[in-house]
T-cell receptor, first 110, second 111 residues
Framework: DAKTTQPNSMESNEEEPVHLPCNHSTISGTDYIHWYRQLPSQGPEYVIHGLTSNVNNRMASLAIAEDRKSSTLILHRATLRDAAVYYCILSRRSQGNLIFGKGTKLSVKP | ETGVTQSPTHLIKTRGQQVTLRCSSQSGHNTVSWYQQALGQGPQFIFQYYREEENGRGNFPPRFSGLQFPNYSSELNVNALELDDSALYLC??????????FGPGTRLTVT
């Protein structure tokens, strides 16, 4: 399975945009890029996923590099509730199992 | 719409004992996956069930077993508990393995 690399931690100020990077240089053509987040004392929560094109939903945007070797999760206006561990995961739809790394711990300062 | 629920919330067992954890899937979801999350680590995939059949397994020994029932609820059974089995056990339901919806987890402590 292809591997992802994320920074261990990042800090943001409340109401500012946050760009969370993910490198996946060994991604294959059938790998979807998924982002999940885990708030303290909760199970992971689906955020967004994409294959090749940039994606937007009510929670975030996903920007995918043209060569697909990296992607960026964008939170447009961070709130204190966005403080969580964010996981970037590659998964083929047919498999379904998610391989989590250690993720990026995002801290949001008021 | 009811989300994924798990029971119990917390559990303390002794080494060598057996434990059963339960998961109730989100309505309409026919796939359930189980994950183990050690403190400070990301969740690790244990196995997945699709329509009552095991549909993939991670690197866990056979003493980790599971069941999925006709109503798509599920159980995780762990035999011969070891200290290293202490972790948060998460279940996630999905529709045909697409986006997964996680429960709050069961915190298992083995002493």
């Amino acid at each position: 399975d292809a591997k992802t690399t994320q920074p261990n931690s990042m800090e943001s100020n409340e109401e500012e945009p946050v760009h969370l990077p993910c490198n996946h240089s060994t991604i294959s053509g059938t790998d979807y890029i998924h982002w999940y987040r885990q708030l303290p004392s909760q199970g992971p929560e689906y955020v967004i996923h994409g294959l090749t094109s940039n994606v937007n939903n009510r929670m975030a945007s996903l920007a995918i590099a043209e060569d697909r070797k990296s992607s960026t999760l964008i939170l447009h206006r961070a709130t204190l509730r966005d403080a969580a561990v964010y996981y970037c995961i590659l998964s083929r739809r047919s498999q379904g199992n998610l391989i989590f790394g250690k993720g990026t711990k995002l801290s949001v300062k008021p | 719409e009811t989300g994924v629920t798990q029971s119990p919330t917390h559990l303390i067992k002794t080494r060598g004992q057996q434990v059963t954890l339960r998961c109730s899937s989100q309505s309409g979801h026919n796939t359930v996956s189980w994950y183990q999350q050690a403190l400070g680590q990301g969740p690790q995939f244990i196995f997945q069930y699709y329509r009552e059949e095991e549909n993939g397994r991670g690197n866990f020994p056979p003493r980790f077993s599971g069941l999925q029932f006709p109503n798509y609820s599920s159980e995780l059974n762990v035999n011969a508990l070891e200290l290293d089995d202490s972790a948060l056990y998460l279940c996630a339901s999905s529709l045909a393995g697409w986006e997964q919806y996680f429960g709050p987890g069961t915190r298992l402590t083995v002493t």
